[in-house]
């Protein structure tokens, strides 16, 4: 028995015991429902959950093993995720836009043996050292790897399924490994125990309860969307799973399925805002809302659809930290802490600056593993981030007299675009790959869409000629389509300080110059690929 009052009982925050507590106190009641109109009670969540882990089990996942799992937003990853749980292993999502040096590095640095992957995905692992990866559940389709095993989506399912949880599961166990961007380096796989789960979850939101029907359209290889998930598996609500934000389809959904809650970020707002006013616009369900940034936009998406909208600052590798009450006074406010977090705002010493003063934001909480345990396999830069006993979250605050904290910008070499962190160093690496290039810097710049476009400065190797549109086909097969660069620019050199760092900065400055290539006026557009469900 745990001592420490702070420290939530397994039946709270474990996601095998949750499930079985809400399967035995409302059998009947929703739980999910999916894009497509299937639905599961509960008792059928269960259910299927411990088909999954059989299934798993009798392929030799055992507690603690580290499962990949590379699919859209669909039945089968939920239970995938749900049966690894249920297992005590760990839940390893993927990005399913990631290809090439990326997706080589994610699948080697997670150690798995398994992964269970979409069938549209398959032919991405021809080309890549798989690392210890021996087998492969291919869902929607078939397909077969030399040197891989490869199995049906029946493998997923056995025909009977546990009978209970076969090992004990601790709040402190680690519940998934989620990929976060490489800011100085490759992308970091970051640790999160069921814990930091519930702290970022049902915690921090505590003003969802259990009538409360979230839309949860976010990937769930990111927190965005499995944050929601763990909140219903803490609160009793329920989940609507969708595919991906669609402009379109948004309100219809919101009818349709009686969404009471839901998650708006960036361009999400932008693109709300943009539909044509109608006379029904506050005929819906939906009651409450995240929206992330707080600005104008995003006050005003929320008078015109009568929502209550609140603001957050959250990462992988922390929990939810701040969020404000409703309709926070100023824009660009995250909010005040919530009870159990500490922050400050520091300068490179760690030292505390004064109120209205710029300066990293580092956490920390009451609650031990209420936050990220380290960084899978790179004890550096745990170190580097935990140093003398804080979270140091590589952005840039500011804080007032008042508690109120305000999100200034980012100290870590990242770009955001579309709700994704870009890693700067990973599109160099794939630019710098090209024969022509010898070196380039990935910068962000404003685009209309409260987010960043893709900035990419080359230089060309001595004697040779770039052109910008060459240079893009050859990413454009390389890169995942969110990281592909909007502006290329070509230059004779980087501008770098004495010690040959690149001074970005002075290139942010610059941004969109007269020189610089425009995908859009070339007349190029970029989609997101269609991984079906």
């Known amino acids: 028995m745990v001592y420490d009052k702070r420290i939530p009982a397994a039946e709270d925050c474990v996601l095998a015991y949750q499930l079985e507590h809400w399967a035995a106190r409302k059998p009947d009641d929703l739980f999910v429902s999916f894009d497509g109109g299937a639905r599961w009670s509960w008792s059928e969540t269960l259910d299927e959950t411990r088909r999954a882990a059989a299934a798993l089990q009798a392929l030799g996942v055992k507690k603690g093993d580290h499962v990949l799992s590379w699919q859209p937003n669909n039945r089968q990853a939920l239970l995938v995720w749900f049966g690894l749980n249920y297992l005590g292993a760990v839940y ?27 069938a549209d995905l398959l032919d991405r692992l021809e080309t890549i050292d798989c690392g210890a990866l021996t087998d492969v559940i291919v869902t929607h389709g078939t397909g077969q790897l030399d ?78 969307g499995t944050v929601y998930f763990n909140i219903a598996l803490g609160t009793g609500s329920s989940c609507h799973l969708d595919t991906h934000f669609k402009t379109d389809k948004f309100w219809d959904t919101i009818r349709q ?24 616009d506050q005929d819906h369900t939906l009651r409450k809302a995240i929206c992330v940034p707080w600005n104008d936009d995003a006050r005003r998406l929320g008078k015109r659809h009568g929502i209550t909208l ?75 981030a935990w140093r003398n006993g804080w979270f140091h979250t590589g952005d840039a605050f500011r804080y007032d007299e008042q508690g109120y904290f305000y999100f200034v910008d980012r100290i870590k070499d990242a770009i955001r675009r579309r709700g994704e962190n870009i890693s700067s160093f990973e599109v160099e690496a794939e630019v710098n790959a090209h024969p022509d290039v010898a070196e380039s810097a990935a910068v962000p710049v404003p685009s209309a ?13 001595k004697g040779c000629v770039i052109d910008p549109k060459s240079l893009f086909d050859y990413l454009r097969d390389r890169m995942a389509h969110f990281m592909l660069p909007h502006y290329i620019r070509i230059v004779d050199d980087l501008p770098k300080t004495p010690t040959q760092k ?12 007269a020189d610089t290539w425009d995908r859009a006026r070339a007349g190029i557009e970029v989609k997101r690929e269609n991984i079906g469900g």
């Not at 390893?92 to 992964?115: C, F, Q, T, W």
């Not at 893709?454 to 230089?459: A, E, H, Q």
């Not at 690149?502 to 110059?513: P, W």
Request: proline share 7%.
């Open 92 to 118: 390893v999502p993927v990005n399913i836009a990631y290809k090439g040096k990326l997706l080589e590095h994610v699948v080697k640095l997670s150690d798995a043996r398994l992964m269970i992957c979409h």
């Open 147 to 224: 040197g891989l095993t490869c199995h049906g989506a029946d493998a997923l399912r056995a025909d009977a399924g546990l009978g209970g949880i076969p090992q004990p599961v601790q709040p402190w166990d680690t519940q998934y490994i989620i990929f976060t961007s490489g800011t100085t380096g490759p992308s970091k796989a970051v640790l999160s125990s069921y814990i930091q789960g519930h702290a970022m979850g049902p915690v921090a939101h505590d003003y969802i309860d259990d009538t409360d029907h979230t839309l949860v359209n976010l990937p769930l290889f990111h927190v965005g």
């Open 257 to 280: 399925e009686r969404i009471t809650n839901s998650l708006l970020l960036g361009a999400i707002i932008t693109f709300l805002n943009k539909l044509p006013e109608s006379p029904d």
């Open 310 to 384: 609140r603001t957050t600052f959250n990462m992988t590798e922390i929990s939810s930290p701040m969020v404000s009450q409703p309709y926070p006074p100023e824009a660009g406010t995250c909010g005040v802490l919530r009870d159990g977090v500490d922050a400050r705002v520091v300068d490179e010493n760690d030292c505390e600056v004064a109120p209205g003063a710029a300066g990293e934001l580092i956490v920390r909480t009451d609650t031990v593993w209420g936050q990220n345990h380290g960084y899978y396999k790179n004890p550096e830069a745990t170190a580097e």
């Open 449 to 461: 869409h409260n987010e960043d476009e893709v900035l990419i400065v080359v230089v060309p190797v």
């Open 502 to 513: 690149v001074q970005k900065h002075i290139l942010r400055d610059a941004g969109v110059t």
